[in-house]
C-alpha cells in the first residue's frame, strides 16, 4: 500500500541565517541582522538584507545601516510584510522607512568553520560572519499563521563588519529555539496553517 502524500503551498523557501549582537553582559540588542536568500517565493528568488544597528552602541556611528537591502526589491518588501508582521524584536526600529537598498550579494562557506555573506551597496560593504558551527539539527515551529522547518546551524561566534569596521557587541547562548543568537538556518520553509 503506498504511503499517504501530502501537499501544502509554501510561502518562501530558502535560507534565513539570523545575527543579533548585544551590549556585553546585558540583554539590550545592539546589531540586528536577518539574511534572507530565497530559492523560491510568490515574488521571485533573490537576497533580501533586514538591518538594524545602534549607531553609539554598537561602535559604527554614521554608518550603522538601518534598513532593507536586495537584489529583489519586492523580494524585501515581501518578506517585511508576511513575516514580521508580529515579531516586536525587529518592528519599531525603522527597518521599513525607506525603500529596499539594491544590493549584490556574495557568499562563501567554509563547512563548519565559518559561512560568509558581504552585501555591497553603493559605497557600503556589510559582511555577516558566522563561524564555529556547534551542531545541526531541524527545528519546526508555528508561528503568527505560519509552520517553519528548517535546518538550523547555532554558531559560537558571530561578527558583523560594516566598511571594514566590525561592530561591537557579543552574541547569546543559549537564546531561542536556534541556542544561539547567531544561527545559520538552511532549507527553511514557511508555509500558512
Known sequence: MPEPITQHGIKIAGENPM?????????????????WTARYSPVGSGRALLIWADPDESGLGSDAPIGMYADNPELAEYVWEHFYRDYDRI??????????????FVEVSGGDRF???????ATTTIELEWRDVLDYFQVTTRL?????????????????????VAARGEIHQPEGWFGSSAALAFAEIWREI
Do not use: Q
Open 19 to 35: 545575527i543579533i549582537l548585544y551590549r556585553p553582559g546585558s540583554d539590550d540588542i545592539v546589531v540586528l541582522v536577518s539574511m
Open 91 to 104: 518592528r519599531g526600529r525603522g527597518i521599513e522607512t525607506g525603500p529596499p537598498v539594491p544590493a549584490r
Open 115 to 121: 559561512h560568509r555573506i558581504s552585501c555591497v551597496a
Open 144 to 164: 503568527t499563521g505560519f509552520e517553519t522547518s528548517a535546518v538550523a546551524g547555532p554558531c559560537a561566534a558571530a561578527e558583523v563588519r560594516v566598511n571594514g
